[in-house]
């Protein structure tokens, strides 16, 4: 995987492919340019004394030398097209191989017709041994007016004509110039770096840095801005941007969000065309009206189709792209021209472009990219030499306060302190200031360290935050469960059951005695003896639980001391069954209790007791249901005795 740092770093110690080029500000000729209304405007022809077009504006494009066939040709930088034409003093070009497919290329100013031909070429120290170019026998152009030769298309291979024309062919030697610069030089970082200085005399003439695969020195904070990716992400066919918002100071620092009418992209948004080979940035109606349209002394001139501006009303305005602010200098939002008479144009032109039409909403030109350093990346490579999606960087250059004093020393007023542009969530850009280069290198390491540090950070607190959400579910739990569980009242302490007869509704007993005391029922297993079966003379279990005595001598017996309420009851003998009695007769009279410890051995004679069921007043007991009377007549309601305790 490339790392931008590092390579950037490299780039910045090699100046192989790094090329000076000039600006030039001669009288064009007269061009026309293409509307999409299909309309034809005259931007560079006058018109008269009252109206004011391109040709008497302080207008700049940027070229650089190129050698082709063994020849220097002048040609004109240009981000927003993909291919390579020339118009030499002859046709074909010398040392060229001209075919036989032509074409007429067309732009947003001008268009060129020639042949498709073959030669080697050398740009930016970069040798190509057979470029496809287009050899033009006529063209109206305003890069033949400024004295140049021709254009090299910068653009991504997939917007260059000549290469789908040679496609048509069966043949792939078509490709753009940069595709095959790359391609013949893979270990290099693919990138371009632009800076587009302005000229504040009239007259002269001001390098600017066009570099391939190289950062400048004094602008590699580049690196570490935000990548803006291109528009769509994917395979696109233009240097275009999504533009977040404008931003106007001098208009109550309003914002003005744009519409797309590209299909697919955010409504909230434009898609933008970054074109070095555009002077101006060609916008929908309501955001020139919105940047000049609340100047005092400005009018729109329908004539030339643009704004007309005091030269010395400073325009503070920005734009937001990819989430960062990027201020205009104010020089280049109202370039004056060579005999302005205090009247200036506004560089945001408001016009839409007829090529490319529906793939993109604004054409942003020089005006805007002198103002920043620009970066155009075709994409990282990975481990295993894929290429990545596009993106570009931008770096601003622009001190707000500092523009400011400038523009004022040029056009007279004065400067403004403390400029700021608040853009869309939270981003500014702000005046600059000077640190030392220590500070600027420990800010470095700041920046290196810092997404580790903040890594640190979030996995804390992600852990006090589980921690916290644990204590609180414990918390909550333990709050609905009840704190205090009821307790009896009093205490219970055991004390003896009085021993009472036990009378079953319907089981044909004689009733109770109203003077007799009752007794507890014995729970001991009367099915289990029942069906127990009488033996070698041993009464059964029916015969025994059917006595009429049995029941009262039973449970006198069983406390083994004679009942307060009978003092005079013989407790009855306890029955020994023989050895040979069944297995059912011997568990029978084991009883329930015999693995109780301290109870009689089975073998020996065994004595039942009625089990201690003490009651206290405060003890709730519910009444036992109703039950028939002796007569079967009717029911007797159910009611418990309470205890005598």
């Known amino acids: 995987m490339k790392l931008p ?15 000076s080029f000039k600006q030039y500000k001669q009288r064009p000729t007269l061009q026309q340019r293409d509307v999409a209304s299909g309309s034809q405007l005259s931007v560079l022809a006058a018109t008269g004394d009252n109206s004011l077009d391109l040709n008497t504006v302080h207008d700049l494009i940027y070229m650089a030398d190129m050698v082709i066939g063994g020849i220097n040709y002048t040609v004109q930088l240009d981000t927003g097209s993909s291919d390579l034409w020339i118009k030499g003093a002859t046709t074909p070009l010398p ?39 287009l050899d033009v026998s006529s063209a109206q152009n305003p890069t033949l007016g400024y004295g140049g030769n021709g ?37 290099e970082p693919n990138f371009l770096s632009f800076t587009l200085q302005r000229s504040s005399e009239a007259n002269d003439e001001i390098e600017g840095i066009f570099s391939i695969g190289e950062y400048e020195p004094a602008y590699t904070a580049v690196i570490n801005q935000t990548a803006i990716p291109t528009w769509p992400v ?23 969000l744009p519409t797309t009418d590209v299909v697919g992209a955010p409504t909230n948004k434009a898609v933008v065309l970054m074109d070095s080979g555009s002077s101006f940035t060609y916008a929908p ?31 503070d305005m920005a734009l937001q792209i990819g989430g960062q602010v990027f201020p205009v200098h104010p020089l280049d939002v109202t370039p004056s021209g060579l005999a302005s008479n205090g009247v200036c144009v506004g560089s945001f032109v408001p016009q839409t472009v007829s090529v490319g039409a529906g793939e993109f909403d604004w054409l942003v030109g020089d005006n805007f990219l002198r103002s ?43 400067p403004k302190t403390n400029i700021t542009y608040q853009g869309l969530n939270g981003a500014a850009a702000m005046p600059s200031f000077n640190i030392s280069a220590d500070m600027t290198e420990t800010l ?67 009733p109770p005695d109203p003077s ?67 297995f059912s007769t011997a568990r029978l009279n084991r009883g329930r209790h015999s693995h109780m410890t301290g109870l009689p051995s089975p073998t020996r004679p065994h004595v039942y007791e009625p089990v201690s069921m003490a009651l206290t007043e405060d003890t709730f007991v519910p009444p036992s249901p109703p039950f028939l009377s002796a007569e079967r007549s009717k029911v007797v309601p159910g009611d418990r005795p309470k205890s005598i305790a």
């Not at 740092?5 to 090329?19: E, F, I, K, M, Q």
């Not at 540090?453 to 852990?463: E, F, K, P, T």
């Open 5 to 19: 740092l590092v390579l950037g770093l490299l780039a910045v110690s090699t100046s192989a492919y790094r090329v």
């Open 95 to 133: 040392n060229s191989t001209q075919t036989s497919i032509t074409y007429n290329l067309t732009y947003a100013i001008g268009w060129v017709y020639g042949h498709v031909a073959y030669a080697p070429v050398e740009f930016a120290d970069l040798s190509i041994p057979s470029q496809a170019l």
């Open 151 to 187: 254009l090299v298309g910068l653009g991504f291979t997939s917007l260059s004509t000549i290469d789908a024309l040679v496609n048509h062919t069966g043949a792939s030697t078509g490709r753009s110039l940069l595709y095959n610069m790359f391609a013949a030089n893979p270990k």
């Open 234 to 256: 994917n395979s696109p066919k233009r240097w275009d941007v999504l533009l977040d918002a404008v931003i106007i100071n001098h208009a109550n620092d309003t914002i003005v």
């Open 285 to 315: 109606k309501a955001i020139c009206d919105a940047i000049y349209g609340g100047i005092s002394g400005a009018k729109f001139d329908s004539a030339s189709g643009q704004w007309t501006v005091p030269c010395n009303f400073e325009i």
């Open 372 to 414: 920043v350093y620009s970066i155009y990346d075709f994409g990282d490579f990975d481990e295993l030499g894929n290429m990545g999606n596009p993106y570009m960087k931008l770096l601003s250059l622009v001190d707000p306060d500092q523009a400011s004093i400038e523009f004022t020393s040029a056009r007279g007023g004065t």
């Open 444 to 510: 470095e390491r700041i920046g290196r360290y810092l997404p580790a540090m903040l890594a640190v950070v979030a996995l804390n607190a992600l852990i006090l935050i589980i921690i916290a959400i644990v204590g609180l579910f414990v918390w909550c739990r333990r709050r609905r469960s009840p704190k205090n569980k009821r307790r009896a009242n009093g205490r219970l302490s055991p004390m003896p059951m009085n021993p009472r007869h036990g009378y079953v509704a319907g089981s044909g007993l004689p």
């Open 516 to 582: 007799h005391v009752y007794e507890p029922v014995s729970t001991s297993g009367d099915d289990v003896l029942a069906r127990t079966p009488s033996h070698q003379g041993i009464p059964s279990s029916r015969d025994v639980f059917a006595s009429p005595n049995y029941r009262d001598s039973y449970m006198s017996g069983a406390s083994g001391l004679p009942s307060p309420m009978q003092p005079n009851v013989t407790p009855p003998v306890a029955m020994v069954p023989p050895e040979d009695v069944p």
